[in-house]
């Protein structure tokens, strides 16, 4: 390990086809200029030539990528025109996340991932191709803090005594997602708006490759049908996308579980790409309650924590730690997981002269563009329902707006369109900040915002329009210098 080594060989090939998945929708468009466009300047080259060049990247990068462990830190030397050297110290890692794809399954290897604290939105560390011992071997070496360094024979029999006693440290508490929990976390998780999404902006890529009358069959359909056949059809194709977004879910957040271990959390999940992250209990710095629109009156939240490491990018840097759980029931699995961040108390809520700017802020941008599209278009009339849409979310976004504070913790809780409610100790807390408009100012308003330690080096927390005194009493509870007072008091 301390002498340099590449990734497996099949990175080469689980490299190539990852770039194929990054760069799709380029590779569609070259491979309908290569296959319909006229044979001028080699463009039916154009597909090959940058399958080509994406082989031939993989295969150097593999070439040129080595990592070890000396001296206590990570060391990586990468770059095949600028060479890179990454130095890692061990107290810097914050997490080790290993997954599987289906490739990675394939030949039976793992893709390890390292966060470090302020890593920005990308792993710090990436390495897509290894062996399951070669992963255990890195994550026994670097969260296993505190050793000194030693000649290799010995730390690495340190390394592995540390490993087994791990291992045989008992389970303190095991989650397990509920398979019916899980469809219904599909039914619930509003991904069909990305389904559709996706499925109009692939259409406009292939576009090109329908005929004229394939648009004039379709139009002469719609301008003959009724518009309660159009209805049928909008149903059916959001029906179809709702199914599509289900097995999305299924397939990612299938075999999900927690297991907790002395101070670990090992956090497993994924059907096709199985996923395992490690994230040590102390890094936690906050943990959020969010309940969707569709969620909420059902009574399922999900929950998330933020860490100095272990966010991913489609979960906006945080680790969702339970998709799916009863509202009654997500306190009782927090307090044998976190129970420092299970805090019970009622919130203060907003001030009612705030509600008049919650009101404006959610109508305007929608009068904007209704009232031109109900004056100029031919069903624009249809729009002025969003108008008491936008009333209603206004109200909501008062309604549930509001803080709570104990001696150790501040609670927010805000909604934009999800409920979110987020949990952070004063301990850490990086820093806070009392602003106000000049509107707010002439209504006696504020906006408060803590600031914590997050994945991507920091992240904010804010409650808009509470009462100015309320801004000043947290302020002073956090402020250093009340608390001397009251201690020479």
Known sequence: MNKGKRMHGAAIVILFFGRIKDFLIPLILAFVVGGTGPNIFGFRL????????????????????????????????????????RYIRRHRVQSFDVTAGVLQRLFRLVKV??????????????????????????????????????????????????????????????????????FIAGLTSGGVGLVLSAVLALFTQVDQLLPETFYETTLGFFVESSIFVI????????VIAWIISIFITVIKYGNFSVVKRGNDLIISRGLLETRQLTLNIKRIT??????????????????????????????????????????????????EIVPDYVIEKQLTPLPKRALIRFMVRAVIPVLIV????????????????????????????????GHAVTKRHVIFQTRHFNLTREVVPKKRIQSV???????????????????????????????????EDDGNDLYQWYSYEKETQHEKG
């Not at 933020?306 to 997500?330: C, H, I, N, Y």
């Not at 006696?444 to 808009?464: D, E, N, P, Q």
Request: hydrophobic content about 45%; glycine content about 8%.
């Open 231 to 238: 209805i049928i059809l909008i149903f059916l194709i959001t």
């Open 433 to 467: 900040e009392k602003s106000h408009s000049l509107f707010q100012r002439r209504m006696g308003l504020c906006t408060f915002t803590v600031s914590i330690l997050s994945t991507a080096g920091g992240k904010s927390f804010s409650v808009r329009d509470m009462a």
């Open 286 to 335: 906050t943990v959020r309650y969010v309940a969707t629109m569709i969620r909420q009156p059902l009574g399922f939240t999900s929950v998330y924590v933020e860490s100095a490491g272990g966010g991913s990018s489609d979960e906006q840097l945080s680790t969702l730690l339970l998709p799916l759980v009863r509202k009654k029931a997500a306190n009782e699995i927090l307090n």
């Open 113 to 182: 991932r390292i966060e470090t604290a302020g890593g920005g939105n990308e792993p710090e560390v990436e390495i897509v191709a290894v062996t399951k011992g070669e992963a255990k071997e890195l994550r026994s070496m670097l969260l296993n803090r505190g050793t000194t360094e030693v000649d290799d024979t010995e730390a690495e029999e340190t390394e592995e005594k540390k490993e087994e006693e791990l291992e045989a440290h008992p389970v303190d508490y095991q989650w397990k997602l509920p398979v019916r929990d899980l």
């Open 46 to 85: 154009v597909f090959p030539i940058i399958l080509a060049i994406m082989l031939i990247h993989s295969l150097l990068y593999w070439l040129t990528y080595r990592y070890s462990i000396e001296e206590g830190e990570l060391r990586i030397k990468q770059g095949i025109f600028i060479k890179k050297n």
């Open 370 to 401: 209704v009232i031109p599209a109900a004056v100029w278009l031919p069903f624009g009339n249809w729009l002025l329902i969003f108008i008491p849409v936008a009333f209603a979310l206004g109200w909501l976004r008062y309604k549930d707006g």
